[in-house]
């Protein structure tokens, strides 16, 4: 029998224990698959040309602006200048920068679209929802 402390206590550890497993926003993983999305407003970006899946991906949920891909929530790894290819999501349209703080040359993307390299690689971006 457990005693109400302990049971606090485990509580606690459980809810800390999923929190830190929870990232809102973005999430990176390496290897075969990027986390599937639940809506249609995402951007799923890989760390190689044609969705190449055995390298890192980051997949960014949250609508925003992101002035550097450098410490985007929930990544990884700096992702400025390593996006190669990505994919946008049916309800969302993006805009790239290639360079940081929303200057340079911009392409808007359309929703659905697959680029497959990209060239120069973004440096800052907006998600936007439909």
């Given amino acids: 029998m457990m005693h109400a402390w302990q049971t ?8 800390l224990t999923m929190a830190s497993l929870l990232v ?3 999430s990176t993983t390496s290897g075969a698959h990027c ?3 639940e809506n249609g407003c995402f951007l799923r970006l890989y760390d190689g040309d044609d969705f190449e ?23 990884t790894q700096n992702w400025t200048g390593e996006a190669d290819s990505f994919e946008v999501g049916p309800q969302a349209t993006v805009t790239v920068w290639s360079e940081r703080n929303f ?3 911009s392409v808007i993307y359309a929703p659905g ?6 060239e120069p690689e973004p440096a800052s971006l907006e998600l936007r929802c439909e």
């Fill in 8 to 15: 606090s206590a485990w509580a606690l550890w459980m809810g």
């Fill in 24 to 26: 809102v926003g973005c």
């Fill in 35 to 37: 986390r599937p999305v």
């Fill in 53 to 75: 899946k055995s390298e890192a991906c980051l997949v960014i949920d949250e609508p925003g602006r992101y002035a550097n891909l450098d410490q985007v929530p929930g990544a």
């Fill in 103 to 105: 200057s340079g040359n």
């Fill in 113 to 118: 679209a697959r680029i497959r390299s990209v």
